[in-house]
């Protein structure tokens, strides 16, 4: 039967958005008609990508990290703005259910796009937020308060493996029941390899300052690198060039896909929806988390445990160094996971 769905991927940095496109293209695929409701970057990326659909605007999370402050702290200073913007939301979405007939939401990541007159499905890969170091004691209350507001949605779906998990700890949870759907990415791997143009493809991402900082200390350093290098600015709206490297401020899906296919190695921030779109591709990579950011610092740590990727500090980043430690890590693979195990395409034909 056809539904009228709605998509709301959050707007913190643009790995929400991406990852829900392969959801938007699955549903279009099955005869459904779908609308978008999103903000900040995410809304000219996902238009670029799906100009035939409609579009709603939400308000912007805004979030920004700081130069010097720890994240959680400006996370903490920033939450009455984020609450304000999850009520704001909440109330334009129950508009958007009634005036435009909507029948389900998809909701990745944010809190407040749900309603009681549609199926409301909340998508995320942070079920238990982790706190740094010196603010662990605050981890259960945070957690505590993230599972009430998940638990106003009818069902959760997590976008991993049940077994064999990648986000490991931060899906072990017994608040709230969910549903693991596979990885989501908006790639898929072809048969036939495509022939290598760059030693090195640096992917950047991620809210401000610290996207610029990390674009900093990679363009002082790849200087000295004498491999061919493309860097991905991660900066849609933007339409200022840089000197001295190859680069493009926003690449398309299929353009991206192929010159990651095209790419050795890549260099980029541990987010999930960048680990997702290398595992697809089974990439070789060198993480370096967004500084003070849990998640990011905790999947870095996991992937390098398990020999799969090389991580580095950004405050220790050293681009030969490396270079040269990433050639003892295997990289991605999709054979660990059995195809049951993504049971997405069966999930969104029994919406």
């Not at 400006?74 to 703005?81: D, G, N």
């Not at 069902?155 to 969910?178: K, S, Y």
Request: with cysteine.
């Amino acid at each position: 039967m056809k539904k009228r769905i709605l998509i709301t991927p959050l707007d913190w940095g643009l790995g929400h958005a991406t990852r829900c496109i392969s959801i938007i293209r699955l549903l279009l695929d099955k005869g459904h008609e779908v609308c978008i409701a999103t903000s900040g970057l995410a809304l000219p990326l996902l238009k670029q990508e799906f100009p035939h659909l409609s579009f709603f605007e939400l308000p912007s999370y805004q979030a920004r990290y700081s130069a010097t402050l720890p994240l959680m702290m400006k996370v903490f200073l920033q939450s009455p703005y984020f609450l304000r913007v999850i009520q704001q939301e909440h109330t334009i979405i129950e508009k958007l259910v009634a005036e435009q007939g909507i029948d389900v939401i998809l909701s990745d990541n944010r809190y407040g796009c749900y309603s009681q007159k549609a199926k409301s499905i909340f998508i995320t890969h942070q079920l238990t937020l982790q706190m740094p170091t010196g603010l662990r004691w605050l981890q259960g209350l945070v957690n505590y308060f993230n599972h009430r507001l998940i638990r106003k949605f009818e069902v959760c779906w997590v976008p991993d493996f049940r077994t064999n998990p990648i986000t490991g700890a931060l899906t072990h949870t017994t608040d709230v029941e969910v549903t693991f759907i596979g990885m989501l990415s908006r790639f898929h791997k072809r048969e036939v390899s495509a022939p290598k143009k760059y030693d090195l493809l640096v992917l950047l991402s991620g809210p401000e300052p610290q996207r610029s900082l990390l674009e900093k200390l990679v363009l002082q350093q790849v200087k000295e690198y004498t491999g061919k290098v493309l860097l991905v600015r991660g900066l849609p709206n933007t339409n200022e060039t840089l000197a001295d490297v190859e680069n493009v401020n926003h690449l398309s899906s299929h353009e991206l896909q192929a010159a990651l296919e095209a790419s050795s190695l890549v260099l980029a921030r541990s987010g999930y929806t960048t680990i997702m779109d290398l595992y697809f591709l089974e990439k070789k990579a060198i993480f370096i988390p967004t500084p003070g950011q849990t998640e990011q610092e905790y999947l870095a740590k996991q992937l390098s445990e398990r020999d799969i990727a090389f991580s580095m500090k950004q405050e220790e980043f050293d681009l030969i160094k490396a270079l040269e430690a990433s050639k003892s890590f295997k990289g991605f693979s999709r054979s660990v996971h059995p195809a049951s195990e993504e049971p997405l395409s069966d999930l969104l034909s029994g919406l």
